[in-house]
């Protein structure tokens, strides 16, 4: 039997990559070059970062699933958000 490639999974970790990535730039730039620092760019790092966090929390568990095919542990997602929230 020749394992077949979820080429979806590929794709979905390149974009994780490339987010994670291109934001983490954005912060960067804004923090290293003085002439970036204004109340517009401000508001650009505060997308990047909230961007940044969704690649970083939401992502993987999208592509464990699209993997797996199922949700194997809800119960210890669910434990998780209760804690991150409390």
Same mark, same amino acid.
């Given at each position: 039997?020749? *394992?077949? %490639?979820? %080429?979806?999974?590929?794709?979905?970790?390149?974009?994780?990559?490339?987010?994670?990535?291109?934001?983490?730039?954005? #912060?960067?730039?804004?923090?290293?070059?003085? *002439?970036?620092?204004?109340?517009?760019?401000?508001?650009?790092?505060?997308?990047?970062?909230?961007?940044? #966090?969704?690649?970083?929390?939401?992502?993987?568990?999208?592509?464990?699933?699209?993997?797996?095919?199922? %949700?194997?542990?809800?119960?210890?997602?669910?434990?998780?958000?209760?804690?991150?929230?409390?």
């Amino acid at each position: 039997m020749v *394992k077949q %490639w979820r %080429w979806e999974v590929l794709l979905l970790l390149t974009l994780v990559l490339a987010g994670v990535t291109g934001n983490v730039l954005v #912060c960067v730039a804004v923090r290293v070059e003085r *002439k970036l620092r204004n109340i517009t760019n401000y508001f650009l790092v505060s997308l990047a970062v909230a961007d940044l #966090c969704v690649s970083l929390v939401v992502m993987p568990f999208c592509i464990i699933q699209e993997f797996i095919g199922q %949700w194997s542990n809800t119960d210890t997602i669910i434990i998780i958000i209760i804690i991150i929230i409390d």
